[in-house]
């Protein structure tokens, strides 16, 4: 130990406070930036190229943060989670995202569904599925067209457990997606056994997948899966021609990824879905 100078204990000490306060101070600001409604979604298309159409959107939550600018979810969700303000901003998520989509029902576009991303706090809560049913209804909407996205890793976190959630919110008749497909090591029994409609393959399978054998391997497997299982699959993160043309072949028919779009402001999102067949 050091008689004048300050302790590595100090310094550690310091360094903590500091990270205390930061996170305090977000978990501050995320309350009330909940309060005041800081929040926006942005919509990525998901699309069929063969039919040339949208087939839905994916609501994904940005942070309009009013000294810092727009805040992507990484730098937020995590902690909204731990201090579970992910619940009340899940809700604001679930409405928001029906709310949209009943616009665009509205305005012709009656076949689109919407995707919305459940964290696990949302997902192990108990009144998720008396929320869904009061939101369908609020909006009027075809439960169908809302699906909601589970990730793999939380599918298989206790997958007794989960399938108890899962088969609740499959009765209200919503379609569930496993997301992150490929990286959350799900056995084979538990995918025949969830209730799930939809595959999402991780973005990290699709970047390499013309030039990692393991990659295609992966994708190509999944996708026989799927077709045998009777799911539909959507392919992630698609940039290049390439990787379309890739996943195309190997029977893949909903695609999302910065090729076709990235995720957009919704009237920007709105023009797209008008102009997309066009
Ligand atoms: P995710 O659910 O896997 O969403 C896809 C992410 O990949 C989005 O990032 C999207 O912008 C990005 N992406 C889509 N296509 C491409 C592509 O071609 N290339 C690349 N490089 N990226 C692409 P984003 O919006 O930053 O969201 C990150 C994650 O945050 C999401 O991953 C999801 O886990 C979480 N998240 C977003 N919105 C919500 C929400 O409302 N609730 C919850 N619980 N989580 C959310
Ligand atoms: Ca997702
Ligand atoms: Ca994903
Ligand atoms: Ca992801």
């Known amino acids: 130990a050091k008689a004048n100078g300050r302790s590595d204990f100090q310094f550690f000490i310091e360094a903590m406070r500091d990270e205390v306060a930061e996170r305090v101070t977000i978990e501050h600001e995320l309350k009330i930036a909940l309060e005041k409604e800081q929040f926006v979604l942005h ?64 305005a012709g576009y009656a076949d689109l569904h919407m995707s919305v991303n459940l964290s696990p706090a949302q997902f192990h809560d108990q009144s998720l599925p008396a929320l869904v049913r009061q939101v369908l209804a609020k909006f009027d909407l075809p439960a169908g067209q809302l699906h909601l996205e589970i990730t ?36 084979l029994a538990y995918l025949k056994l969830f209730p799930i409609d939809i595959i999402k393959i991780d973005r990290s399978f699709v ?39 890739f996943v195309s072949r190997i029977g893949c028919q909903w695609i999302q990824g910065y090729l076709f779009s990235k995720p957009l402001a919704a009237a920007v999102a709105g023009n797209f879905i008008q102009g997309f067949a066009g």
């Not at 108890?164 to 997301?179: E, F, N, P, S, W």
């Open 43 to 106: 919509y990525q298309p998901q699309i069929e190229p063969g039919a040339r159409r949208v087939v839905g959107l994916e609501a994904l939550v940005r942070w309009q943060h009013p000294t810092r600018g727009l805040v992507f979810p990484g730098d937020f969700i995590a902690l909204a989670e731990e201090t579970r303000l992910i619940v009340p901003l899940g809700k604001w998520v679930l409405e928001e995202a029906c709310r949209q989509l009943k616009y665009w029902h509205q």
């Open 152 to 187: 793999e890793s939380m599918a298989m976190s206790d997958p007794e457990e989960n399938i108890i959630m899962m088969q609740a919110l499959a009765d209200i008749g919503v379609k569930l997606a496993l997301d992150d497909f490929g990286t959350g090591y799900s056995s």
């Open 207 to 245: 970047k390499d997948i013309e030039t990692d054998e393991n990659d295609a391997a992966i994708c190509e497997m999944t996708m026989l899966l799927a077709q045998k299982l009777g799911k539909q699959v959507v392919a992630e993160g698609v940039e290049t021609e390439a990787q379309l043309e």
